[in-house]
Structure formats: C-alpha cells, structure tokens
C-alpha cells in the first residue's frame, strides 16, 4: 500500500495528512473548501492588517481628517469584495457577471454536444466558485447549455453522474444543487489554461 502526505501551510498554522493514498485523498477533497476558506481569511485579514498599520502611521505623524478614515474603511470593504471578484477577473474571455449573475462569454470546448454540455456545467460551477457560490443548482447549468446550443435535454443528468468530477444533493429527477470535486476543479483550471494559450 502506497503512502501519501498532504502538508499545508496558512502563515504556519499547518495541516498535515498522512496515510494511505486513498484516505489522504478521501480527505484532501473535503478539506479543499476548508483551506480554501482560511487562505481567503489569511489574505483579507493580511489586507486589513496592512490598512491599519498604514492608518496608525498616518495618525501618528498628521491628523486624518474624517474623509481619509472613511475613505479607507470603504478601501477595506472593497478589499473583502476584491478577493472574491478577482477569481473571474483572471478570466475576462471567459466569465462575466451581469446583473449579478455568472456569464460564460465564450464558446464552450468540446467535440460533441455531450462534452460540451459537461464543460459548460464544468466551467459554470468553477466561475460561480470563484464569486464564492459553492453549489450551483442544476437548473442554473441547464440554462448556460440553453444559451451556448449545447443541450441534451435527455442526457442533462447523466452529466452529474461522474463523482470524480461533482457532487450533488437533490432528489433523483428533480432540481438538484451541484458542486465541483477537487479534480472537477483541475479540469476547469485546464479548460481555462487551455483556452488562454
């Protein structure tokens, strides 16, 4: 039996995992949200850490008049929102939010319809992730196929079917909420590298 570990790192807060291959990779996937969480917090909380040193300095060698505090306060709110809107900024041919909704603004990848129906939900679940939306509901993904021709209406919940890919709750046959696993997100990150180069 093959050994695995898994060490990470949040400004040395650490998090180890170490056994078989399976159990650290069982592991490593519901432990990807988590991560994912702290990192976040660990960069918003280093953004708010660098706003405050630079206001006690500020205060300290002049007076900040009200409008500089409260212009700073809205710097800190923006920052919050930054780190959740940079996501799909990284992919300005790919994703847009319109009317506070998720858009994919480009053709979809795939040499049949039912692969592109599977990279639809794939990059439509990792954009919805990257604004920090973690389940998407399938009836959401259905209209992005819609809107980029690539629906089968019949095969629309076979696609669902691949756990190495999503996860999902629901009901057979009716609306069910869909995420991505954490190799469902390397394929996304694939499909957009792809696509970029």
């Not at 953004?47 to 900040?64: F, K, L, M, P, Y």
């Not at 994703?95 to 319809?113: A, Q, R």
């Not at 919940?157 to 057979?172: A, E, H, P, Y």
């Amino acid at each position: 039996m093959e050994k695995a570990k898994f060490k990470y790192s949040a400004q040395e807060g650490i998090l180890e995992l170490e056994g078989s291959e399976e159990f650290v990779s069982k592991h490593f996937e519901s432990l990807t949200d988590l991560i994912r969480i702290i990192s976040r917090h660990v960069v918003v909380e280093q953004h708010q850490h660098a706003n405050t040193r630079e206001t006690s300095e500020a205060v300290i060698n002049a007076s900040v008049s009200s409008e500089a505090k409260e212009e700073n306060n809205s710097q800190t709110s923006q920052t919050v929102a930054d780190v959740q809107k940079e996501g799909i900024a990284q992919y300005p041919n790919y994703f847009s939010e319109i009317n506070g909704n998720l858009k994919i603004v480009s053709n979809i990848p795939g040499t049949s319809v039912k692969s592109k129906m599977t990279n639809a939900a794939i990059l439509f679940c990792y954009g919805s992730k990257l604004l920090g939306d973690e389940m998407v509901a399938s009836k959401d993904i259905r209209v992005v196929c819609e809107e980029h021709g690539c629906l089968d209406s019949p095969n629309f919940s076979k696609v669902f079917s691949d756990r190495t890919t999503f996860l999902s709750d629901g009901v057979k046959g009716g609306n069910k909420n869909i995420k991505l696993t954490f190799q469902g997100e390397k394929k996304a990150r694939e499909l957009l590298e792809s696509a970029q180069s």
